[in-house]
Nanobody, 124 residues
């Protein structure tokens, strides 16, 4: 079973940037499609971005398109989320996960092996 560990979260002012990392251990990382999700207090977990196993087929939520960039380094078993022009509404715990299901890429039920999450707080 693959294990995922997110890092890189923190406190940043609005307009600032952060880069999140998600390191995988066990399993064959280069075979996995990967996703980033986030969950704000009192809200459901929502899709942020998804990248195919070879780095192709990238999708973003409309709310982050043009500001966030997902990428991966299969040699390092790591997927990244570069977040620029951060807004207060980006404040959430950010999670990475492995896409397993054949359903829609934005649906949490199609993902497993969730990491523990990393907190991102954007002050306005």
């Amino acid at each position: 079973q693959v294990q995922l560990v997110e890092s890189g979260g923190g406190l940043v002012q609005a307009g600032g940037s952060l880069r999140l990392s998600c390191a995988a251990s066990r399993g064959t990382f280069s075979n996995y499609d990967m996703g980033w999700f986030r969950q704000a207090p009192g809200k459901e977990r929502e899709f942020v971005a998804r990248i195919g196993a070879s780095g192709d087929t990238i999708y973003y939520a409309d709310s982050v398109k043009g500001r966030f960039t997902i990428s991966r380094d299969n040699a390092k078993n790591t997927v990244y989320l570069q977040m620029n022009s951060l807004k207060a509404e980006d404040t959430a715990v950010y999670y990475c996960a492995v896409q397993r299901g054949r359903g829609h890429y934005a649906n949490t039920v199609n993902y497993d092996s969730w990491g523990q999450g990393t907190q991102v707080t954007v002050s306005s």
